[in-house]
């Protein structure tokens, strides 16, 4: 198993982070680490609805919901042969009304160190800019720059 952890502190109140990143499909239009996001499920998001994510020199991938907590986050599963990957989104509250987001992407199965080796370097560096992207969407949602 190979993990990669970020997080960043957003000031803004949970309920707008959440705000944020539950509308999956708009997040092409906040962070440059994802080129479509079509929800592929007749219901509303939840644990069993299905996304298809485009992303820039990577495969186009079906994600399953995992978890899905409304105002605390949200994980998603992929599969392909000899890989899992999960990407699990956890939100939690600062003690001054701020916001601290997380996201880990896991891979695991017998060729998790080969897709590791692979794209590890690019879903780094997906994953910070997935955070500043959120963080200055979440700033524009309040009002500030």
Known sequence: MVEYTASTRIDASPEVVWSVLSEVEAMPTWTPTMSKVAVLSPEALG????VQIDQPKMRRAVWEIERWQPGTGFSWV????????????VLAPTTDGASEITLTVTHDGPLAGVVWALT?????AYV???LAGLAARCAERIGRP
């Open 47 to 50: 644990v069993g609805s299905r």
């Open 120 to 124: 590890g370097k690019r879903t780094r």
């Open 128 to 130: 910070d800019r997935e």
């Open 78 to 89: 992929t599969r392909s042969p000899g890989v899992r990957t999960r990407g699990d989104h």
